[in-house]
């Protein structure tokens, strides 16, 4: 399945974590006062307004570095204009590029539609996805084929755990691109088993496999990492499985990579599966992925996400209570005793009744009366 499910569109957990996590209820969201008040501090500005750039440091040379795709444009020699339907939606039956016929809808999200063809000159099943009419996602469209053909040009054998593309085109004012058939996502894979029982989910997705999950995408990352590239949409939905019986996984959905010299803004990545540094504005690099993967780990294992919440800050505030030990040391208090309140990040200099938080993320200090200070 190729196509990115809408978060809001997920099933909600069913199976409640075994602990509370301080401060952090999914009910609070639910307040009409407590949403009132986190749509104020979110403002009216749209998320790409919000969002921080960081813009590295080009050398010249790689600059004025150019490359050429040969991308077919497929058209009706009898006619010429736009097209009379804004979306191109094939039916059943429907060949494309007198090649491909469409057998069924595989899946569709807000940036493209998925579909199961059949090659006739091949004779081979495939997925074939429509990226929407839209000026945004047609350069996302073309940067999912640009970074499709770096892989290639590195591993044209296709060891690599990475999604292959097969063939790509334009034609009724579309993008299509033809990647490799996989079964189904890891995060449809389990909700399904979890549906025929309760221990079927953990049956399945042992340490033994969760192992092989992890040593695979970490190998995809790698090789994307050396090549400059960041993934940057790593979650349960863009991991298939390529093969249930031998464990074999593959990353898809290249269409949010960012390259090395690339622009680096801080809106990316599903908000559940989100680096704490990308949620700050602060500069990241290629290890946000590694994060969003352990977050995958976690969520096979529990059968959710650990940091399924419905706004930046509770998912911020969700993985400052349990993973603080790890940015300040452990020391929250007098003699590195632990404090039962729950620590936040605070914007501004530590005030009277602060009971310390000698670390620092971000050049923000860290204090548990943050709760009372301005702007969280």
Not at 286 to 299: F, I, Q, R, T
Not at 322 to 334: E, F, K
Request: charged share 20%; with cysteine; hydrophobic share 40%.
């Amino acid at each position: 399945m190729h196509v990115n499910p809408i978060e809001e569109r997920i099933p909600q957990p069913v199976v409640l974590p075994s602990h509370a996590i301080l401060v952090l209820n999914r009910v609070l969201v639910t307040d009409e006062v407590i949403a009132a008040a986190l749509r104020e501090r979110r403002g009216t500005r749209t998320l790409r307004e919000n969002a921080v750039f960081h813009y590295p440091q080009v050398p010249p040379e790689v600059r004025n570095r150019m490359a050429a795709i040969n991308l077919p444009i497929f058209f009706n020699p009898s006619f010429n204009g736009p097209e009379p339907l804004r979306e191109f939606s094939p039916v059943p039956g429907t060949v494309v590029a007198n090649d491909y016929v469409v057998q069924e809808v595989i899946g569709e999200g807000a940036f493209s539609a998925a579909y199961r063809v059949v090659s006739r000159h091949h004779n081979s099943a495939a997925c074939m996805k429509i990226v929407r009419n839209d000026r945004d996602y047609f350069e996302t469209g073309m940067s999912e084929v640009r970074v499709h053909t770096l892989v290639h040009q590195h591993d044209f054998v296709h060891r690599r755990y990475l999604v292959r593309m097969i063939d790509c085109f334009y034609m009724r004012e579309h993008i299509i691109i033809i990647t490799e058939l996989l079964n189904s996502s890891v995060c449809v894979h389990y909700m399904h088993l979890d549906t025929q029982g309760p221990a079927r989910r953990s049956e399945y997705y042992n340490a033994a496999t969760i192992g092989a999950l992890c040593a695979q995408m970490l190998d995809a990352l790698k090789f994307l990492d050396s090549i400059g590239i960041a993934h940057c949409d790593v979650k349960s939905s863009n991991i298939c499985i390529a093969d249930s019986d031998t464990r074999q996984f593959k990353l898809i959905d290249l269409g949010s990579a960012t390259l090395r010299h690339d622009v680096h803004p801080s809106y990316l990545q599903s908000r559940w599966n989100r680096a704490p540094e990308v949620m700050l504005g602060l500069d990241w690099c290629p290890k946000v992925d590694v994060w969003s993967l352990g977050c995958v780990a976690v969520e096979v294992v529990l059968g959710y996400s650990p940091f399924q919440f419905q706004s930046c800050e509770l998912v911020l505030a969700a993985q400052i209570s349990m993973c603080a030990d790890r940015y300040d040391g452990g020391s929250h208090g007098q003699e590195g005793a632990r404090d039962e309140a729950p620590w936040r990040p605070c914007r501004n200099r530590c005030q009277p009744g602060c009971h310390g938080g000698h670390g620092d993320l971000g050049r923000e200090r860290w204090c548990h009366v943050a709760r009372s200070h301005q702007g969280w």
